[in-house]
């Protein structure tokens, strides 16, 4: 069976699966602020119009100013992409041919890229359920590599990693002449993050991809940055295409910067509801991941393969992300985001519904 490689177009995967997209449903496979745009991107709609017969700005320079502003780093450090898929794809070029590291479960892009560009890659597969990252364990794959990826708070299992070891790896990396390239798609869904911005003046071997698209829940508008050494930048900024980023998203880009009280409101969304979300799971001995942002991993321990809680779940209109294509996943856990607390709950009723007819006996 091919298997949609992404959440959201539900209608892909109940094609995969042979069945009929029911009228009502709820995606909670992508995972996107539940809270929707801000309202004030809504409010300055219409002002946009004016500015799309005008050729975007090829440097983003204002984006990057108010970046580099608010970030405390200089404007030569920023690159502004079309998405973090974008700046993805071109971090894979830049290491095109070379040994590249990838810590598993996480992102399936990092490995596509990297296949498309002949890199020779290794995995490093964390243990389920704790998934925990043990730096002495990854030593033994740095030797030879060229770049690491690493996703934090990491993709699919909603786990951060803490801050210490992402700066044993960094400096790990170092001594191995390998670049680090850090991923914090999430890290504003966190209410305490240690950023690693400030380390790109002393790690020339740093290189950090944010996305704009999932807070500010605006998939629909491809825009991210990357933050790494001038010279770095100057590199990757050769293998962009002109004007990949249009002038719509980085009007957005800059008004979403502002948004500060919004954020601070979907941090604290979300880390109510997803206590609720997990205490409901326990009580039911279902198990998830300890996850600090806005989707988690779950598992029916009572089956062995979550196939049959999948199909389930798909019957009744609840849409979860398979992993079936996530190394060290292989189906054996789905993933949600966190939704409204009336999609919520509605998820939770079809869980009830499941638990009944498979008791915690069976």
């Known amino acids: 069976m091919k298997w949609p490689s992404h959440g959201s177009n ?16 709820v995606d909670f496979s992508a995972n996107i602020n539940p809270l929707g745009p801000p309202p004030l991107l809504k409010e300055k709609w219409m002002a946009f119009y004016q500015d799309i017969h005008v050729y975007p700005d090829p440097f983003a320079s204002g984006l990057k100013e108010r970046i580099a502003k608010k970030e405390q780093i200089l404007d030569e450090s920023i690159l502004i992409g079309n998405g973090g898929a974008e700046l993805i794809a ?79 790896i960094i400096e ?6 390998c670049s680090v390239v850090l991923d914090e798609a999430f890290y504003d869904f966190l209410i305490d993050y240690h950023s690693f911005l ?53 009007l957005t880009g800059e008004l979403c910067l502002q948004e500060e009280l919004f954020i601070k409101e979907t941090q604290d969304y979300i880390f109510h509801e997803r206590e609720r979300l997990l205490n409901f799971f326990q009580k039911q001995n279902f198990v998830v991941t300890p996850s600090d942002v806005n989707f988690y991993l779950l598992r029916d321990p009572y089956i062995f393969d979550q196939f049959e809680l999948f199909e389930f779940l798909l019957h009744n209109g609840m849409i979860p992300r398979h992993t079936f294509n ?21 998820l939770l009723e079809v869980f009830t519904k499941w638990r009944k007819h498979h008791p915690l006996s069976s």
């Open 172 to 177: 790990a990396c170092k001594e191995q002449n």
């Open 90 to 168: 071109l971090v894979a070029r830049r290491f095109s041919g070379k040994r590249v590291v990838i810590i598993q479960p996480t992102f399936s892009e990092y490995e596509k890229n990297c296949r498309v560009n002949q890199c020779e890659i290794v995995y490093h597969t964390l243990e389920e359920p704790e998934f925990e990252l043990n730096v002495a364990e990854l030593q033994s794959s740095l030797i030879g590599a060229d770049a690491l990826f690493i996703c934090n708070p990491n993709n699919p299992t909603g786990i951060q990693y803490p801050a210490a070891s992402i700066h044993a």
């Open 198 to 250: 400030p380390y790109i003046n002393q790690y020339s071997n740093l290189i950090i991809i944010r996305s704009m698209t999932k807070m500010f829940a605006i998939p629909g508008i491809r825009l991210g940055y990357l933050v790494a050494e001038p010279s770095v930048i100057e590199q990757l900024s050769e293998l962009q295409s002109h004007w990949s980023t249009n002038t719509i998203a980085l």
């Open 10 to 25: 539900p209608r892909y995967l109940y094609e995969a699966m042979g069945l009929s997209l029911p009228k009502e449903y």
């Open 326 to 346: 996530f190394p060290g996943l292989e189906g054996k856990w789905l993933r949600f985001a966190i939704k409204s607390s009336k999609e919520n709950d509605r």
